[in-house]
């Protein structure tokens, strides 16, 4: 099993990242990718991936952040992981649109958000999409660059069936959250038993987002296989199916 979306490098763990490692690696998750959203969040993600053999990590700037992005900067990151002998860098992301808490910088995050679908092409990478109240916007962009050789998915989706299927028009993957098991989002039910079982990936976005039953609680890679078991029985197969079909996904993807 694969936690394709975490935040270990987020300050809440800083006092126990090896007992978070341990319960998912007890639990049955066997990876878990560390995605970073700014500068110094990249530089430990990469160290998190350094000291542990199962995680892996990502370099990119989130929208809310776009004020100190440094496209030099990401770039040196970028070629500096894949010098690595042991490179284990495997997206640019979390990357895109957020109109949600950051209304008067809609074109920078725009301008933004394409440098850095250009620089994963450039490296060949895949893209981490985050998408909050900017579904017009994200759409045309990703248009304008579809079909992605190198892979996008689209994080923590929560929109409707429909802009799900336009997504998959363009060849990006969807990957679902703890949100899937709360009680009133039926969109994202819809679309985790609609869509086809190749066309998507679970993860945490740990700390954030626990599933039922942990809802509340700091959420951690662990817990990831609550919501795979959620998700299999919303589309009536065995969880041992939908988590081979998952991670045959996701490592397909990432190519570990």
């Avoid at 998915?153 to 429909?162: A, F, I, P, R, T």
């Avoid at 969807?174 to 969109?187: D, H, I, R």
């Amino acid at each position: 099993m694969l936690d394709t979306h975490c935040h270990l490098n987020d300050e809440q763990f800083d006092k126990d990242v090896d007992r978070v490692v341990n319960n998912f690696l007890h639990a049955g998750v066997d990876k878990a990718i560390c995605v970073a959203w700014d500068i110094p969040s990249n530089e430990k993600a990469r160290e998190i991936a350094r000291k542990y053999d199962c995680v892996y990590y990502t370099v990119g700037v989130h929208p809310d952040n776009v004020a100190d992005y440094d496209e030099q900067k990401l770039e040196t990151l970028i070629k500096d992981a894949q010098k690595d002998e042991r490179n284990k860098l495997v997206a640019v992301g979390e990357i895109g649109l957020d109109y949600y808490r950051i209304k008067d910088n809609k074109e920078r995050q725009k301008k933004v958000f394409i440098s850095q679908i250009e620089l994963a092409f450039k490296f060949h990478l895949p893209i981490i999409i985050h998408c909050r109240e900017a579904y017009g916007d994200t759409l045309e962009i990703l248009k304008r660059y579809a079909p992605f050789k190198f892979g996008a998915v689209m994080h923590c989706y929560s929109g409707s069936l429909e802009y799900a299927n336009e997504l998959l028009k363009l060849g990006v993957k969807l990957s679902f959250t703890g949100v899937v098991t709360y009680k009133n989002a039926n969109n994202v039910k819809e679309v985790a038993k609609s869509i086809p079982l190749d066309s998507f990936f679970l993860e945490t976005d740990c700390p954030y987002l626990a599933p039922v039953p942990h809802r509340g609680e700091r959420n951690e890679p662990a817990f990831v296989m609550d919501t795979a078991k959620y998700v299999a029985d919303l589309r009536e197969m065995s969880l041992s199916d939908l988590i081979s079909a998952t991670d045959q996904n996701a490592t397909k993807f990432f190519k570990f």
